[in-house]
């Protein structure tokens, strides 16, 4: 969900890298006020594996996520990581389920941001009543979302 643009839409270029050779990778290399930065969800991700592994950016090296680090310190077994996975990703295709519900198609960009242009678009109860319960089970299913991925994958602010 790291790569997918699940969990984040971009990853920050670090010094010492250079972004030429990442965007000859096929990554989706990007320069805005002279930082650069990798577009997610990433081009490299196949199958959920991906294609640049042992060429892949220093974030995408150094990222860990809580599960993973729960399962390093025995706080929990790798079968519940997987089960926590497991239900995250049901929640994440359900959120993707109801985005196409609202008529946006996948585009290739993060789910956040395709979730921003869904809810951000009004909608005429009287014109689309069918839209109204879609979108409020969108905001609902999103909102669990974002909360289990801050508890269970990204790392408590401060930590390394």
């Known amino acids: 969900m ?9 990853v920050r270029m670090q010094p010492g890298e250079v972004p030429a050779r990442l965007g000859r990778l096929g990554l989706k290399i990007r320069c ?12 490299a991700l196949r199958e959920k594996r991906c294609t640049v592994y042992e060429q892949r950016p220093v974030r995408c090296r150094l990222f860990n996520c809580e599960q993973l680090g729960r399962v390093e310190k025995g706080e929990t077994t790798e079968a519940e990581a997987m089960a926590m996975i497991v239900e995250t990703r049901a929640l994440v295709e359900r959120v993707r ?9 996948e585009d290739g960009q993060a789910l956040v ?31 669990k979302l974002k909360l289990q991925l801050s508890r269970e994958f990204r790392l408590p602010p401060g930590a390394p």
Request: charged share 35%.
């Open 113 to 143: 941001e395709r979730y921003e242009r869904v809810v951000s678009t009004p909608v005429n109860p009287e014109l689309e009543p069918e839209l109204v319960a879609a979108r409020e089970e969108l905001e609902e299913t999103m909102r």
């Open 32 to 43: 805005r006020d002279g930082e650069y930065y990798m577009e997610q969800p990433c081009s």
């Open 2 to 10: 790291c790569c997918d643009g699940t969990m984040f839409q971009i």
């Open 97 to 105: 389920d109801l985005i196409g519900q609202c008529g946006l198609r």
